[in-house]
């Protein structure tokens, strides 16, 4: 398992270890010199105490009292600090020594105390103290501190009457002093715990400012941060980082408050961008299922029309010479006056059948239109006036709400003629109560087509008839042959333009027909 470790317990972590080198280091550097200035204070206490040695020895010595001497050095050897004292003479044969034992034995020059002076092939009058100072232990295993200091020949000694040493005997001989240094040493050591403890204080003090401050400074932002981070990856792109410093964790606050802006900005794009693509998508895929339907209708109507085509030339020629032969016997004085009437009856239903016939006949023929610039209002007002009077028409009324900046349309006259003159009998027919049938022209928002919106309030179509409303030979009437809205969808279509149909059933039922406007229609009829 993988330790993590917080951003505050590295910072303390580290700092500690870097303080603990350094703390190590003073306290080898302390150590170290507290140790060589101990030695040299305990040479220096240790050079005073063989001075005042050798002025109690030369008052003795010019008195003639050892005796004397050995008590006094006796008392100064009782001392706790000091290990031992020996006075040895020019011969290496010690005179006196705080150990009893060592009276009168003879030391060698390879003596620790007597190697300071007697260096091979260099034997030195005077010996620095720094060179008179040796550290040892002694059997025990203390350590102690030797110090050897010569006494030299004075001139009172050897001109005193009472003294036998030669003028030219330098040194008399030496004392060695050996100090101990344990109490020295328990110094030192009580000196380095005090040091180690102040340190290990130091070190939880600094521990704790640090992590308190990296907890106010860095660990708090940091979190924040985090946070925020978190809040963003949710969705919430509202979220802020408040800034309460002006060092670089504000300055990366305020970078991410910035970038979080601009997140929060290009999701909204793309949001908008996807809306408005599912929008024209689904507008596109409209157009393209409306396409495939008119495909699709016009693939029927042309199948269509090539057999009605055929059919209609089969039926109209016997159905000529039916009608021409019921003719002439109508017109025949020798006909008996009881079979006129059913006479009559046949040469009406062969009227009617030659009619029908016609009207397929145009729908298979798809006349090609003769286009020319005609005014849409006036043509609307033209077909309202022709049919306004007729007796379907008399508890019907008409509303026409006309844009009169409206510029003429590029289509045959004639066939809209048509197909608006089968659109009011249509809505006529829904409406045998009466109602309104309302007209309305406007342009299209492209400015390319003029459109014109024919609602009636009849009993509306269900949506099952509404997708085959443009079939031939689809009619709801009890009459009728279900052509006329095929030949008005031809027609609609020869011109360029569309016809499209809206219903709800008890409501009424609107036709939308769009056509080309003429190029510059606007600009002509703005000018007349």
């Known amino acids: 398992m993988h330790l993590r470790l917080s951003l505050i317990v590295k910072l303390t972590l580290a700092t500690s270890l870097i303080l603990v080198g350094f703390m190590s280091l003073l306290d080898y550097v302390n150590l170290k010199n507290f140790k060589r200035a101990t030695i040299e204070y305990a040479a220096s206490n240790a050079d005073q105490l063989t001075e005042i040695i050798n002025q109690s020895t030369y008052d003795a010595m010019m008195k003639n009292d050892k005796a004397s001497l050995y008590q006094m050095i006796d008392r100064i050897a009782q001392s706790r600090s000091i290990e031992h004292i020996s006075l040895i003479d020019r011969t290496g044969t010690v005179v006196y020594s705080s150990h009893r034992s060592e009276v009168g034995t003879v030391i060698d020059q390879k003596n620790e105390a007597c190697i300071f002076c007697h260096q091979p092939n260099n034997t030195r009058l ?118 309460t410093s002006a060092d670089e964790l504000g300055d990366l606050a305020e970078a991410v408050n910035d970038m979080t802006e601009s997140l929060a900005k290009a999701q909204e794009e793309l949001k908008d961008w996807a809306d408005s693509l599912e929008h024209k998508v689904e507008e596109r895929s409209l157009e393209i299922r409306q396409m495939q339907a008119q495909l699709n209708r016009s693939e029927k109507l042309a199948s269509l029309g090539n057999l009605v085509a055929g059919i209609a030339h089969e039926i109209n020629n016997p159905l000529s010479g039916i009608l021409l032969y019921a003719s002439i016997v109508d017109n025949d004085k020798r006909l008996d006056p009881l079979l006129k009437p059913d006479l009559e009856r046949v040469i009406a239903e062969c009227r009617r059948c030659a009619d029908i016939v016609k009207q397929l006949l145009e729908f298979s023929r798809e006349a090609l239109p003769h286009k020319g610039p005609v005014s849409l209002n006036e043509l609307l007002d033209k077909v309202t006036g022709l049919l306004q009077h007729q007796p379907s028409f008399q508890n019907i009324r008409i509303e026409r709400s006309y844009d009169p900046s409206l510029g003429p349309v590029f289509v045959d006259a004639n066939q809209m003629q048509q197909v608006f003159v089968n659109l009011f009998i249509n809505a006529s027919h829904a409406m045998p109560k009466g109602g309104l049938i309302s007209i309305t022209t406007s342009k299209t928002d492209n400015g390319g087509f003029a459109r014109v919106d024919i609602g009636d309030s009849g009993c509306g179509i269900s949506e099952e008839d509404l997708q085959r409303i443009f079939d031939p030979f689809f009619t709801t009437k009890a009459e009728g042959t279900g052509l006329g809205l095929s030949i008005s969808y031809g027609f609609v279509e020869n011109n360029s333009g569309k016809i499209e149909v809206t219903s709800k059933v008890g409501v009424g039922t609107t036709f939308t027909i769009l056509l080309p406007l003429q190029e510059g229609g606007e600009e002509e009829q703005g000018a007349t």
């Open 126 to 243: 005077y010996s620095p103290t720094s060179n008179s100072s040796r550290v040892y232990r002694i059997v025990g295993g203390a350590e102690v501190l030797g110090y050897t200091k010569a006494i030299y020949n004075q001139p009172e000694c050897s001109t005193g009457a009472c003294h036998f040493h030669d003028k030219d005997h330098h040194i008399l001989g030496v004392l060695d002093i050996t100090v101990s240094l344990e109490n020295l040493r328990q110094q030192s050591h009580e000196y380095r715990m005090e040091f180690i403890v102040m340190t290990c204080l130091l070190l939880l003090l600094i521990g704790v400012l640090i992590t308190f401050m990296t907890q106010r400074l860095v660990d708090r932002p940091v979190q924040r941060l985090v946070q925020h981070t978190a809040q963003v990856s949710a969705g919430n792109m509202d979220a802020r980082i408040p800034i």
